[in-house]
């Protein structure tokens, strides 16, 4: 069984920084890629950024240029560094893990003030 536990999320005012953190536990392959997705009320989920194992790595349009993914491949865990947020960017932030089957996290509130 696969277990994801992410942290980091909060209250930020717009222009600042937050940084994700999700820890993937269990049987965890080494070919996979590891992803954050949200989701703010009333939209569908949508991708933010996403890493493979092997490096490749691909942005929302939204999010290029202010958001950074990364990954410790021996501590399983995936990053998400948010920079000058705004507003638009609240919303419930989820980890993903793909290896033959989609692994997602509980969820962590990022706020955006004005």
């Known amino acids: 069984q696969v277990q994801l536990v992410e942290s980091g999320g909060g209250l930020v005012q717009a222009g600042g920084s937050l940084r994700l953190s999700c820890a993937a536990s269990?049987?965890?392959?080494?070919?996979?890629?590891m992803a954050w997705y949200r989701q703010a009320p009333g939209n569908q989920r949508e991708l933010v950024a996403r890493i493979a194992s092997v490096g490749t790595i691909n942005y929302a349009d939204s999010v290029k240029g202010r958001f950074t993914i990364s990954r410790d491949n021996a501590k399983n865990t995936v990053y998400l560094q948010m920079n000058s947020l705004k507003p638009e960017d609240t919303a419930v932030y989820y980890c993903n893990l793909k290896q033959r089957a989609d692994y997602w996290g509980q969820g962590t509130q990022v706020t955006v003030s004005s």
């Open positions: 269990g049987t965890i392959f080494s070919i996979n890629v």
